[in-house]
């Protein structure tokens, strides 16, 4: 997959006022700067997200901050109390620039 | 009274021995450096999405106090699935990664071989037991 | 200055610089994590209390250290939670990452997975809103291996 390529899962349907999990993994290498390169014994410059949204209806939900400890292609697991229906959406960036956005829709039944 | 131009040279000099060492993808040149400089060879048998290669890569190799143990070595780093890499895990019956394999290129002879990841203190003590086994003045 | 005083103290300045910041890295390597918990926290690691209200799990036993599965979770309403922090003691960096959550998150709840370079603990805070903080902490040994 390419880097910065998500998957973002959250439940189709939710009743009014459930609390569910909303569970994402984005596909990137996370070098934390500090690790050799095998091939040439060069250190592999940082390469890792550092921050990461989650929205609801445009509304901030939650905002991670991360650096290169976090485990490549990190997967993050939240909760979100859903009271009407609507789009999640997360937006996530790099260090070097990339910038990426997925959604989902949850529907309230 | 020490001359200007010696001291500036002597300066130079030492500040160049500060860079990090290169590693050799090549057997046969890092073997020909390693005589030339009299220094050990250590293999550094690894292969791709192996956990444990990762791990020596991310946090021991990079550690300050590793760094000053391995570079008293050349270090010849071989991905096990390429066609070199494959020649010489044969050679040294190299069966997983990451192997570690101390040679001395004078003599064409292994001094000692040692798989599996190793926390930073363990490392520096089986570069420090290889240093000590390759006649090296000081380890 | 005549010019054999000036070399003198230049030679004396670089080798100063040369072994200084050894000598102060030994003693500062101990409180790596809480040097860290300063910067990202303004607090001392010393004021911040165990809670059984955090909840953190994490294996007690890690392959690797290369995916380190992490989740914190309390019943602390969410509406009290500022956020959440994650540190690992023995790496070159402690903090690791922290998440701000907002009421629309229902819970406390927060998983990810973490690179881990030794066995070490892995400590879960919680800044609330009123200033203080609360902190849970697990040991997780990396064992050592390799790959067929």
Redesign the interface.
């Given at each position: 997959m390419a880097v910065g390529a998500g998957i973002l899962r959250v439940p189709k349907e939710a009743k009014k006022g459930e609390i569910v999990k909303v569970q994402m993994v984005i596909t990137h290498p996370m070098e934390p700067g500090t690790r050799k390169d095998p091939q040439t014994g060069q250190l592999i410059p940082a390469y890792h997200l550092t921050k990461l949204e989650v929205f609801f209806n445009d509304k901030t939900v939650s905002v991670i901050d991360m650096g290169g400890g976090v485990s490549a292609n990190p997967f993050i697991g939240l909760t979100l109390k859903v009271e009407e229906s609507g789009i999640v959406k997360i937006s996530y960036e790099d260090n070097k620039g990339g910038k990426w956005e997925k959604t989902a829709e949850i529907k309230v039944v | 009274?020490?001359p200007?131009k010696k001291?500036i040279f002597v300066?130079v000099f030492l500040l160049g021995f500060a860079g990090?060492?290169?590693?050799f993808?090549d057997p046969i040149s890092g073997i020909e450096y390693a005589k030339k400089e009299q220094k050990p060879v250590m293999f550094?048998f690894?292969?791709e999405h192996?956990?444990?290669?990762?791990?020596m890569?991310?946090?021991?190799?990079?550690?300050?106090k590793v760094s000053k143990y391995m570079d008293k070595f050349v270090?010849i780093?071989l991905?096990v699935d390429t066609q070199v890499g494959r020649l010489w895990s044969k050679r040294f019956n190299v069966?997983?990664?990451?192997?570690f394999v101390f040679y001395d290129p004078k003599k064409d002879t292994v001094m000692s071989i040692a798989?599996?990841?190793?926390?930073?203190e363990?490392f520096i003590k089986l570069l420090f037991m290889a240093c000590e086994r390759s006649h090296i003045k000081k380890c | 200055m005549d010019r054999r005083r000036f070399l003198v103290l230049s030679v004396l300045g670089v080798a100063s610089l040369t072994f200084v910041p050894g000598l102060m890295r030994t003693s500062l390597a101990a409180s790596k994590l809480e040097e860290d918990i300063q910067k990202r926290l303004g607090v001392s690691l010393s004021q911040i209390k165990e809670s059984a209200d955090v909840k953190l799990q994490a294996p007690t036993i890690a392959e690797s250290g290369a995916n380190v599965p992490v989740s914190v979770e309390s019943d602390i309403p969410v509406e009290k939670v500022d956020s959440i922090w994650i540190f690992v003691d023995n790496n070159p960096s402690p903090w690791i990452t922290d998440v701000k959550l907002t009421p629309m998150n229902g819970k406390v709840y927060f998983a990810t997975r973490i690179k881990m370079g030794q066995t070490s603990n892995v400590r879960a805070i919680l800044k609330l809103k009123d200033g203080s903080y609360l902190m849970a902490t697990k040991e997780v040994k990396v064992t050592v291996g390799g790959c067929g």
């Open positions: - | 009274m020490i200007m001291l300066l990090a060492s290169e590693w993808s550094y690894h292969s192996c956990p444990y290669c990762l791990q890569e991310t946090f021991v190799f990079t550690d300050e270090v780093s991905n069966f997983g990664t990451p192997t798989f599996g990841s190793r926390s930073k363990d | -």
